[in-house]
Each structure stands twice: as C-alpha cells, then as structure tokens.
C-alpha cells in the first residue's frame, strides 16, 4: 500500500482554556484561603494534627517570617532532607512566600549524596529529619557540615531548633512578609529538584512559580478536584509527584492533603483512605500492586475513591482492572512527565477506556505541545512511527541550576525540552512509550543513570573498570547490575562486597543487586562500550528469558 503524500506529523497541542495561573503560590494559596478557609488544608494521619486552611496559612505565614527572622532572602537556597510529614509541606508554601528556593533532597541520600547536593545548589539552611527508618539524618548532617561552610543553619524537624525558627518570626512583621511575597514574579525560581537526567551526577532541575503551580493546577483540573475532594498522598514530597501533583493540585483547588504515612505502607496507606473519607489516591503501580495484595484487602471500605494518578511506569491491564473495579477510582488517570516539565506532560483523561489507560500515557496538557521527532533529522515522525518525545510551553524549567551546557543539551534553541524516552503519537493525540534512547535505568519509579554509579565504583580499591546496566525486574521494573573488571592481583568482588561498600553512602535504589566479574566488556571496533549487547548477555547470565529484555526496552 502506498504510503500518503502528505501523513500527520506526530505534533500535538493542548487546549488553552481555562487561562494559565498567573501568580505565586503564595498568591494562589491567600485566594484559596479567602474562599475556603475553614474546610481543612492539611491532615496528618500518623500525628493526628490537622489544619484549616486558614490555620495552615497561619503556620505558613509564622515560619516564613521565622526565615526572615534568620536570615533567608530571596533566591536563598533552603534544603528539605525528611520523609513526608506536615513540616515539609509548611516549609513548600514558607519558601514560596518569601522567594527562597526549596532544595529537595531525596529521603534515601546519604553523607556522599548530601554533601553533593548541598555544595552543588550553594544551600545555605537546611531543614532536616532528625531519623528515619534506619538513617541517622543528624550524624550525616554533621558530617557534611563540616565539608560544607556554606551550610550556616541546620534546623530538625520535632527538635526545640524548629521551635526557634517559628519564635524569631515575632521579629518580622505581617506587613514586612506581605512586602517580601509582593515583590516576587510568577517567573521566578522557587524550587530545584535533583535528578539523575540523561549523564553524571544529578543536575539540579531549577524550576519557577509558574512551571510548577500551573502543573499542578492542571493535573486537579483533569481529575476534577474541588473542595470537597480529599487526596491521600503517599508518594514522597521530595519527588514532583508528591509536592506538585498532589500538594499543589490541592492547595489551588481548595482540596484536602492527606500524609497516610512518612513512607509509603500499603496497610496505612489504606486505612488513611478509610478513616479520612479520601476520594483520591496517588501511587506508583507497584503501590497499588502492594495494596491490592493485602490479605484482608476486601475489609476496607474504599467507597469515598472515586479518582487518583497512577504514574512512573506502565500499568499492566490486569492492575488497572482492578483498581477501577475494586478500589472504586472508575475516573483514575495515568501521568506522563519528567521533573523538567514539572512534571507531566501527557495524561489520560477521566473518561478515557482502559486500553488507553493501560496502553498510552494520554494526551498532551492544557497549555502545552508535544512531538515526537526523529532523533537524526529533528523533524516530526508520522503518526504511529517511532521517534524521541519533546514538550514545550510553560512547563519547561528554567535550567539545570549553574549548568547552561547540559541545559542546552536538554532544551533546544526553539524551546522544545527533550525527554530522551522513544515514543509514538496515535491519530487521536494518545501517546505510548515504547523504549529509551538514553541508558538511563528507571528502578521502582526512581531515575538512576548509570554513569553516577560507576564513578562511584571506580573508588572501589578491587575495581579497574566498570559499566553499570539496567536489568528486568518484575518488582521494580529495572534492577542494576555491575559489570567489573579487577586490578591486577585484586581481591575477588562479589555482590554482597560491593553492596557493603556502597551502604550508607549512595541510596539503596543506585545499589547494584547483580554483579559480574570479567575481563573485557562487548565493544563497537571503535572501542565504544555496547550497553545494548550487555544488557543482552545479561538475560542469559541471570537466567531470564529474552522477552523480558524486549518489555525493559
């Protein structure tokens, strides 16, 4: 059959009704506040504590003068390091209003990671957990405040210094924070999220008022949030799932925000469902696979759910069945994004079958565009062919913080921000990811690019070379493994040796599960590593079938 002259361009639009939020969170949060100020803002499950709106503006309005207080002017950056509880979403809208920059840092991190972090963003004060689960977050904070002199304020969550910093604000007054929070512009930077991105160590994803307010008012516009929806949150506030698709959805909606749990625990996460009525729930699929599977999963009474986002990787059809039939969320979306954009990018509609929930990651956002290019010419693909996705419009960041040439890299002279994920546009707009051009691994819903690993690994006294790759894992998705070729007359390595060396100082999800031991890796004749035949002789080294390489790719 001959091809048409002429075939639609894989080229998308969103709608550009209702008109974009231009304002500050800060802004924003004062016109819900006027509108709903006794429906509740804020209810943490494991404390009991719960907020008005009013009163959650209130607490807002006491730590950002608090910050004032101490120091923190515009453009500061502030660092967040804890697992979700209502102090991280005070410090979110705190920073908001006075024009710091919130530096979240991931829960999982360790001294290495920390130490990177705070040094790479210029943190000045940092907010901290004092444990969580098994971390000390206040011996690792010590310790990198010592590499660190830019780190003049440390201040813990639940300890008497948390209490000090709301008491300084009596210093600053009402009308001095109103003048601070006038002054600021819906373009400025009010957040950096650090991700493993496309090469190195984690580049700081600096993103605006704007970028992230209006995600965040879209993705609640798309699931029809409102005053009296109640959203459980159990998907962490340092990711943009938590802080953005949930609090931000809520808090310009009027909407509640539910914390079921510091960390994700299916039985919590369930039971926060049933006991604050929620009518939307958030999770990754291995979430909700974990939720579906609880024994008495059937005692719950999830009646109130009627929608919620499944986002981070694909759902299998049998999992989305069961999520619309047994948990009640007949009108739940999937999400398609990158931290980037702020996040998402696509998303399916509440009406939407489940072919399309299960097959695509929907269609493009109000406001935005959406290609898919060839990765050679850069010109649009066909409908239906293969090419690499790109966004544009208002939810691109601004850049990577102090990194104007991986910036470029990643956004083009035109604006169009590149995803570096493979993916193809059907006729109606809907789009499918069908692999990655980049060797980024993607373990649990967590980005991991391998190159951060390997360095790390090459300061491995046994370790002469090594090439990390992902692998398929039927839990996480991707599991890494560590091809390693040793120094001359080194001690053997195994797994268990390298997990040792890599406790405690890179996060659990960048620690290989596999390793192999070899003497040379596959190469090009021009001497270029070939991930692609690794991960290929990786399948039969493990055991696992080829198809199961075909559905990671």
Not at 107 to 112: C, D, K, T, V
Not at 517 to 544: C, D, H, N, W, Y
Request: with cysteine; proline share 6%; net charge negative.
């Amino acid at each position: 059959m001959t091809a048409p002259e002429n075939p639609t361009p894989s080229l998308d639009a969103g709608p550009t009704e209702p008109a974009l939020l231009e304002e500050t969170i800060g802004a924003n949060l004062e016109r819900t506040v006027a509108a709903h100020g006794d429906r509740e803002a804020l209810v943490d499950v494991p404390s009991g504590r719960r907020w008005t709106y009013r009163e959650f503006d209130a607490d807002v309005d006491a730590l950002a003068r608090g910050l004032m207080a101490r120091g923190v002017d515009a453009g500061d950056r502030v660092g967040i390091w804890a697992p979700n509880c209502p102090e991280w979403t005070l410090l979110q809208y705190a920073t908001a209003k006075i024009g710091a920059i919130l530096v979240n840092v991931n829960p999982a991190y360790r001294s290495h990671e920390l130490a990177y972090v705070v040094t790479q963003s210029g943190m000045s004060t940092l907010v901290s957990a004092t444990r969580h689960k098994s971390s000390d977050y206040r011996a690792m904070v010590e310790d990198v405040r010592e590499q660190c002199p830019d780190l003049h304020d440390v201040v813990y969550v639940g300890d008497p210094s948390w209490d000090e910093v709301v008491a300084a604000g009596a210093g600053v007054s009402a009308a001095e924070l109103a003048d601070r929070s006038a002054s600021l512009t819906p373009g400025d930077p009010i957040n950096i999220q650090y991700t493993s991105g496309t090469t190195g160590f984690p580049k700081g994803a600096t993103l605006s008022h704007r970028n992230i307010l209006n995600n965040g008012y879209f993705v609640g516009e798309l699931v029809g949030y409102g005053p009296t929806d109640r959203v459980c949150i159990p998907v962490p506030f340092y990711h943009c799932f938590g802080m953005i698709m949930g609090n931000l959805a809520c808090t310009s909606h009027g909407s509640a925000m539910v914390i079921s749990a510091p960390s994700f625990h299916p039985a919590l996460t369930l039971e926060a469902v049933v006991a604050e009525r929620c009518t939307s729930l958030y999770g990754v699929p291995t979430m909700f696979i974990a939720e579906l599977g609880l024994p008495d999963f059937d005692t719950y009474d999830l009646s109130t759910l009627r929608t919620g986002i499944m986002a981070g990787s694909p759902c299998p059809v049998e999992v989305m069945k069961q999520v619309v039939a047994r948990m009640n969320m007949g009108e739940v979306a999937i999400c398609y994004g990158m931290t980037e954009t702020s996040p998402v990018s696509t998303m399916t509609r509440t009406d939407d079958d489940l072919r399309r929930r299960t097959e695509t990651v929907g269609r493009v956002m109000p406001h935005l565009q959406v290609q898919v290019v060839d990765p050679v010419t850069g010109e649009p693909t066909p409908r239906g062919r293969a090419g690499e996705l790109c966004t544009r419009g208002y939810s691109v960041m601004i850049g990577y913080w102090e990194d104007e040439d991986k910036t470029a890299e990643a956004i083009d002279a035109e604006g169009w921000m590149h995803t570096g994920d493979l993916a193809t546009m059907d006729d109606d707009g809907y789009c499918a990811i069908v692999g990655r051009i980049k060797d980024m691994v993607i373990r649990g819903g967590e980005n991991v690019y391998p190159r951060e690993i390997e360095e790390f690994l090459y300061g491995h006294p046994s370790v002469a070379d090594v090439q990390v790759i992902g692998v398929p894992d039927e839990k996480y998705g991707e599991e890494l493994m560590a091809w390693i070729i040793l120094r001359d007359g080194a001690d053997e390595v195994d797994a268990d040796a390298i997990r040792e060396f890599c406790a405690g100082r890179l996060a659990h999800y960048k620690i290989p599960r596999y390793v192999h031991v070899t003497t040379s890796f596959p190469m090009t004749v021009t001497g270029k590593i070939r991930k692609v035949e690794m991960r290929a002789q990786a399948l039969e080294l493990l055991g696992l079938p080829p198809a199961a390489g075909a559905r990671a790719r």
